[in-house]
């Protein structure tokens, strides 16, 4: 019961930090989720999440190692679903439908929701095969298409005067930097309106995470941005929101401004000044 | 704590480290025994192949030129003159039957187990797969010969018969090809599937485009230890094909038996004739060579697809 009290208690907090925080118009919320309870096991992992994503915004989540962050980023384009044993209660709305509803389309839904991991992990293809793979396996076909198609994104990934001459190469000799915007291009490809980012730049050295910050700033125009990160320097430079995780839980979820200024917790408080 | 408390600490951290000599004069004593050892090991384990490669060479050589392989047996007794065209074609004509059958459903459940399976039932599958790997293959042999070769079991009657022995086995290599695949697709990142799942990829599209591709050196590996496994068999054959001294006219039926190279090691060896012996000598050295040429030409080959793999 202690438990249980404690969580309400959270939650209150958090609701009002959203609400504060984020003028409550709804047309604008892309992504809502709503008491999401996530499980591995008997370990109760993410606990009773709630908060919501604007359009056209960079949200980043924060966090110390093991907090849930990754498990969390990844209920929003169900990859979970692939963890044997893991169990999810909750919601979570996108353009305000249940993304878990049994009516969902999984395919439909990740290519909605585009996804760029924590070490570049292009596939053992050429460079050229890597985009257009994410055309091909939603039936594309039309060859000028795909290949137009292919310019336009690694040029958004500010990468295809770099590899025009090597669209034909193998992707792993491109350097890890390199690798990483190819990620970045073959997930644009397939025309998401959401883009998760698992700690894109924790490999990479500082210039190549410049240019990933660069292009994160330009690509808000065309997509929702949620980064997991632990870097939080990154986070507050180039997100228009923050939230804090802890344990599973959402301690502090607000606009960038106050969150690194005026946090409202303590615990956020000790994690920006580096306490963790 | 205090900053010049921390750097005395750091102070006696660097000071104290007890080396301790004498082990130090051991473990490179250890290390010695070690490799001594491990080195010998190799050596007693190899020795056998040298010995054999040898000893057949030694006896067989005389036996060894382009009519051996070229011709079938004939004389008294039978195989006296001539050589064992209709072994190597006969193994041919396992070796393909036996992979028509192995190879789809060796890749397809291994595919299976790494990639589709329930972690329950896929440990019971594993289990029983390695049972499959254990079970002696005069056992196979036997029921090979029920199933295939009789009308009593499925009713499939093939008599003594390439058809009845090949798929008897394709049966045995089968779980050799199923664990090899799973162990290479396991061996591939999860990364690669992942981001073709995050992209919106059915599973299928997954293992297709990307697995089975990155893994395809693996699987040819899976297909040629299956290969050399079985060419070696002599107890399944007893049972289901015999041994046939001429060409086969079909593949089931009287006439569908076909000559084997390690049947007719086994049969000659039996015979009291002392040209028999050396020819049997001769053969393994055949046996060998093939069992060698077939481990090159399918390591060329899968370094070949897997280069032109990554071409497309």
Known sequence: MADIDKNNKNNNIDKNNIDNAIDNNKEEIKIEVKNLNFYYGDYHLLKDINLFFKKNSVCTILGPSGCGKSSFLRTLNRMNDYTEGSKLKGEVLLDGKNIYDKSIDVVELRRNVGMVFQNPNPFPKTVFENVAFGLKIHGIRNKQFIAERVEKCLKYAGLFDEVKDKLHKNAFSLSGGQQQRLCIARAIATNPSVLLMDEPTAYLDPASTATILDLIANFKKFYTIIIVSHNIQQAGRISDYSGFFLNGELIEFSKSGDFFTRPKDKRTENFITNRF | ?312
């Open chain 2, 1 to 312: 704590m205090t900053e010049k408390e921390n750097n005395k600490k750091t102070e006696d951290l660097g000071n104290y480290f007890p080396i301790n000599k004498s082990y130090i004069k051991r473990k490179k004593i250890y290390n010695r025994i070690a490799y001594t050892f491990a080195a010998l090991a190799f050596i007693i384990g190899a020795f056998p192949v040298f010995h054999i490669i040898y000893s057949a060479l030694i006896i067989g050589y005389k036996y060894l030129n382009w009519n051996f392989i070229s011709t079938l047996p004939s004389g008294f007794p039978i195989g006296a003159k001539g050589g064992i065209l209709n072994a190597i074609i006969g193994d041919l004509y396992l070796v393909v039957i036996a992979s028509c059958l192995a190879v789809p459903l060796g890749i397809g459940s291994g595919l299976y187990l790494s990639l589709f399976g329930k972690k329950r039932t896929n440990s019971i599958i594993r289990l029983l797969n390695e049972l499959m790997i254990g079970i002696p293959s005069v056992v196979w042999g036997i029921m090979g010969f029920y199933i295939f070769s009789t009308n009593a079991g499925l009713g499939f009657h093939f008599g003594f018969s390439a058809l009845a022995a090949g798929l008897t086995l394709g049966f045995i290599m089968t779980p050799i090809v199923t664990l090899l695949t799973e162990q290479a697709v396991n061996r591939i990142p999860v990364s690669y599937i992942e981001g073709a799942l995050a992209m919106g990829a059915t599973k299928w599209q997954a293992t297709k485009s990307v697995i089975v591709k990155a893994a395809m050196g693996g699987i040819f590996t899976a297909v040629l230890l299956g290969v050399l496994n079985i060419i070696g068999q002599t107890a399944p054959l007893l049972f289901t094909n015999y041994y046939n001294t001429g060409m086969p006219t079909g593949v089931t039926g009287p006439g569908g038996a076909v000559g084997d190279l390690a049947m007719l090691i086994f049969i000659y060896i039996h015979e009291p004739s002392r040209i028999l012996h050396y020819k049997a000598e001769a053969a393994s050295v055949v046996l060998l060579f093939f069992v060698f040429a077939l481990d090159i030409g399918m390591r060329l080959i899968s370094w070949v697809t897997v280069k032109i793999f990554e071409m497309l």
